[in-house]
Structures are given as C-alpha cells and as structure tokens.
C-alpha cells in the first residue's frame, strides 16, 4: 500500500515561531502537494512538487515556502506563524500523469496546525 | 487556470433515497477528473476517477460518476443512499497543462436521515 506520512498529528505553535511540517512518501511518486483545509473553503492548494528541488505556487502560497531536497520527503515552512494559519493541512503525493500513468493522489493523515 | 465548481454546499437526504452531487471544471481540454470522501474525523478516500475512455464510471461503495465533456461536467450518483454515506464529498482535477496539478472543489456535505 501506498503510504504517506505527516510527521505530526496535533501542533500548538505560538505566533511568530518558525514551523516545519514535515511528509513522506515511500512510493517513489513523482509529485507531491501541500494544501491547507478549513470549512466551507475545501482544500486549497498551497504548493506543489514536480521533481526535487522544483516547486510551484499553487492559490494561497503567500506566508509559506517548501523544501523538496529527496524525492520522498516534502517539507512546508511557516517562516513566521500567525493565527490565520490555523488550520488541517494535508500532504498527498501521486505518480506523474505523462506517458498516461495513473496519477491518483494519496494523502496523509493531516496535521493540524493551531497557531496561539 | 483551471478550476472546479462544487454548487451544493449541503444536501441532505433520506436513506434508500437516489443522489446526485454536482460537479463542474474549467478547463479547454479533457482534464483527469477525480471524486475523494472525507468521512467525519478521517482521511480523504479516493471514490473513483477518469482519465479516459468509457464516460460513465464505476467506483467504491456503489458510486458511480459520468463525464459530459459538453457539460463540463463529472457528477457524481448513487442509486440508494445508506446511512454510512453521511461525509464530505470532493470533486478534483488534474489539468494537465505541463504539470500535474491537482485543484479542488469546495466539497458537498451530505447528511442522510433514517
């Protein structure tokens, strides 16, 4: 089975703090993602992961950076924490749609973020 | 860009009843089009998806969804509803430009009543 792991299930951070969160895949997938959920907003795209070392805004990158270093591990940064970031957020990961490979998404549990 | 549009932020139905939730994209080709559930408390369960061929599809727990490429949509159906179906429900697309990014509706919360 395909599994994708979020390094924390629970995170209480104060505002200001750096916050590191961290996913793993242990499919070799090409492309991994971050989105953030809140009620009534669904899931919105944070940042997106084609390659290592290559990113891609998605609809709300503002306040966050990522860090694709390995292939199986995709990092999201809150370089400075503010009370707005409190949400779920959630990693998934999925194989490359070129040469039609069946791209479906995995995800991780989430971790929620509650930032005080 | 391309987008998705869920219209139905809350149906509710009666079990054994027929559903149909709404979904819609943005986007000039044929995108990979995708439903996932989110039960209370869990995480996102792939439903069922098309990436071509055969436009209707058949998925987990007796869901089923059509592709209309002149509707720009992909809505998603179940002939009888159990009460175990009450979750959120997301329609997403794969775009397919030179990415494989993947964008999401606003979800449909379905609640079923006994």
């Known amino acids: 089975d395909v599994k994708v792991t979020q390094s924390s299930r629970y995170l209480v951070k104060r505002t200001g703090e750096k916050v590191f969160l961290e996913c793993v895949q242990d499919?070799?997938?090409?492309?991994m993602f971050w989105y953030r959920q809140d009620p009534g907003l669904g899931l919105r795209l944070i940042y997106f992961?084609?390659?290592?070392?290559?990113?891609e805004k998605g609809d709300i990158p503002e306040g966050y950076s990522v860090s694709r270093e390995k292939k199986e591990r995709f990092s999201l940064i809150l370089e400075s924490a503010s009370t707005n970031q409190t949400s779920m957020y959630l990693c998934?990961?999925?194989?490359?749609?070129?040469?039609?490979?069946?791209?479906?998404?995995?995800f991780g549990q989430g971790t929620r973020l509650t930032v005080v | 860009a391309q987008s998705v549009t869920q219209p139905d932020i809350h149906i509710t139905v009666s079990e054994g009843a027929s559903l149909e939730l709404r979904c819609n994209y943005s986007?000039?080709?044929?995108?990979?089009l995708f439903w996932y559930v989110q039960s209370p408390g869990q995480g996102l369960q792939l439903l069922l998806k098309?990436?071509?061929?055969?436009?209707l599809v058949q998925g987990i727990k007796g869901f089923e969804a059509e592709f209309k490429r002149s509707q720009s949509s992909f809505n998603l159906r179940k002939p009888s509803v159990h009460w175990s179906d009450a979750a959120e429900y997301f329609c997403?697309?794969?775009?397919?430009?030179?990415?494989?990014?993947?964008?999401f509706g606003t979800g449909t919360r379905l609640q079923v009543f006994p």
């Open positions: 499919m070799d997938h090409e492309n």
């Open positions: 986007y000039g080709a044929t995108p990979y």
């Open positions: 997403a697309v794969v775009a397919l430009y030179n990415t494989d990014k993947l964008i």
């Open positions: 998934a990961s999925s194989l490359s749609a070129w040469e039609g490979k069946n791209t479906e998404a995995f």
């Open positions: 992961s084609y390659d290592v070392k290559m990113k």
């Open positions: 098309y990436f071509s061929g055969d436009t």
